[in-house]
């Protein structure tokens, strides 16, 4: 089993920051992809941003490109951060990371591959 825990959410003013946090542990050995998602409120989840486990090249939503960088932490190999600039109120939603068997790639954004999830941090952002 793996286990996944996300801390960082919070509310922020449009034009503000925050930084997600994912620790992961359990069999990591198994998985190869470390990828957030969000949930707003009467939509589908959306992946925002994924990367290999153990780092490499990342791939994000065109949503959140440019604003968003996903990274692994250079000392702590087991968490995975997600900076988020120039949020927006449209970035209000539940932040969830989940690891998959599979590598990252094609499809990286599609829910139904990964196995193991968080339980997610709720980001708020107003006007």
């Known amino acids: 089993q793996v286990q996944l825990v996300e801390s960082g959410g919070g509310s922020v003013q449009a034009g503000g920051s925050l930084r997600l946090s994912c620790s992961v542990s359990g069999h990591t050995n198994t998985t190869n992809c470390l990828t957030w998602f969000r949930q707003a409120a009467g939509k589908e989840r959306e992946g925002v941003a994924a990367?290999?486990?153990?780092?490499?090249?990342?791939?994000h939503a065109y949503s959140v490109m440019g604003r968003f960088t996903i990274s692994q932490d250079s000392a702590k190999n087991t968490v995975y951060f997600l900076q988020m600039n120039d949020l927006k109120p449209e970035d209000s939603a539940i932040y969830s990371c989940?690891?998959?068997?599979?590598?990252?790639?094609?499809?990286?954004?599609?829910?139904?591959?990964?196995?193991?999830w968080g339980q997610g941090t709720r980001v708020t952002v107003s006007s």
């Open positions: 989940a690891a998959s068997l599979r590598g990252c790639g094609g499809g990286w954004y599609l829910p139904a591959r990964y196995p193991y």
């Open positions: 990367i290999p486990i153990g780092g490499g090249v990342a791939y």
